[in-house]
């Protein structure tokens, strides 16, 4: 896959991606959206992007159905592991 050469189609190519994989929302969310602008404003190469676009979506289809990984814990967020304290 060629790199697009403006923003826009970068993003678009993102999403589409991201849409075509499987156990995704029909539509991208705006912050779905905000990543894909997010890899093209820190230089991520598409091809990149793609695979891991695809290594994720190949995880999420073979974690077990209870959610934990191959140690018995259930894995971290990618989006961020900021944990608020319930002592508040």
Same mark, same amino acid.
Do not use: C, K, N
């Given at each position: 896959m060629?790199?697009?050469?403006h923003p826009a189609s970068y993003i678009a190519?993102? @999403?589409?991606?991201? @849409?075509?994989?499987?156990?995704?929302?029909l539509r991208a969310s705006v912050s779905d959206q905000?990543?894909?602008?997010?890899?093209?404003?820190?230089? @991520?190469?598409?091809? @990149?992007a793609e695979t891991a676009l695809l290594l994720g979506s190949l995880r999420r289809l073979i974690r077990?159905?209870?959610g934990t990984g191959a140690c018995g814990r259930r894995p971290a967020s990618?989006?961020?592991s900021s944990r608020r304290s319930s002592s508040v």
């Open positions: 060629s790199e697009p050469s190519a993102i @999403v589409t991606l991201y @849409v075509e994989l499987p156990d995704t929302p905000w990543l894909a602008r997010r890899f093209h404003d820190d230089g @991520v190469p598409l091809q @990149v077990p159905a209870d990618m989006a961020g």
